[in-house]
């Protein structure tokens, strides 16, 4: 009796236990291993993306620091022009700016993913957040006299 090559081999690494194969053929990690973590430069900031799987369905947050409010003594002008800014981009749905209670600045973004999401659709939802955010970030890397630095 021969036996096909198929059952000669090892058995495949742990790691393919954490993928589907989808009806398209393409591949996307199992909903229950559904956290991934990465990061990426847009518009001269760091940002940090994570994915998260929650009641309503597996999600994908974007967070970057912008720097520190401005103090009224910078500036006034300064100050009311940034929480202008702020105040406009809540009209965005999904990726707003925002002021922690550490008085720095944040872009955040939430993007909801289909319940098989691919490598790609998970760079796509950070790439439309990114975009929606864009106008908002670029006025303030006009105004702000600091763009971008960690707080120390």
Same mark, same amino acid.
């Given at each position: 009796?021969?036996?096909?090559?198929?059952?000669?081999?090892?058995?495949?690494?742990?790691?393919?236990?954490?993928?589907?194969?989808?009806?398209?053929? *393409?591949? /996307?990690?199992?909903?229950? #291993?559904?956290? @991934? +973590?990465?990061?990426? &430069?847009?518009?001269?900031?760091?940002?940090?993306?994570?994915?998260?799987?929650?009641?309503?369905?597996?999600?994908?947050?974007?967070?970057?620091?912008?720097?520190?409010?401005?103090?009224?003594?910078?500036?006034?002008?300064?100050?009311?022009?940034?929480?202008?800014?702020?105040?406009? *981009?809540? /009209?965005?749905?999904?990726? #707003?700016?925002? @002021? +922690?209670?550490?008085? &720095?600045?944040?872009?955040?973004?939430?993007?909801?993913?289909?319940?098989?999401?691919?490598?790609?659709?998970?760079?796509?939802?950070?790439?439309?957040?990114?975009?929606?955010?864009?106008?908002?970030?670029?006025?303030?890397?006009?105004?702000?006299?600091?763009?971008?630095?960690?707080?120390?």
């Amino acid at each position: 009796m021969h036996i096909p090559t198929v059952f000669q081999h090892p058995p495949a690494p742990a790691e393919m236990n954490e993928l589907d194969v989808l009806d398209d053929g *393409s591949v /996307a990690l199992k909903r229950e #291993r559904a956290k @991934v +973590s990465f990061g990426f &430069r847009a518009c001269g900031l760091p940002f940090s993306a994570e994915t998260r799987v929650l009641e309503a369905g597996p999600m994908l947050q974007i967070a970057a620091e912008i720097g520190g409010d401005p103090y009224s003594v910078e500036g006034v002008e300064l100050r009311e022009a940034v929480h202008a800014v702020i105040r406009s *981009s809540h /009209a965005s749905p999904s990726c #707003r700016l925002m @002021v +922690s209670n550490q008085k &720095r600045i944040y872009c955040i973004g939430k993007a909801h993913l289909g319940e098989a999401w691919t490598p790609t659709a998970l760079l796509t939802a950070a790439a439309e957040l990114v975009l929606e955010a864009r106008p908002y970030l670029m006025v303030l890397r006009d105004i702000l006299p600091r763009w971008a630095k960690p707080a120390t």
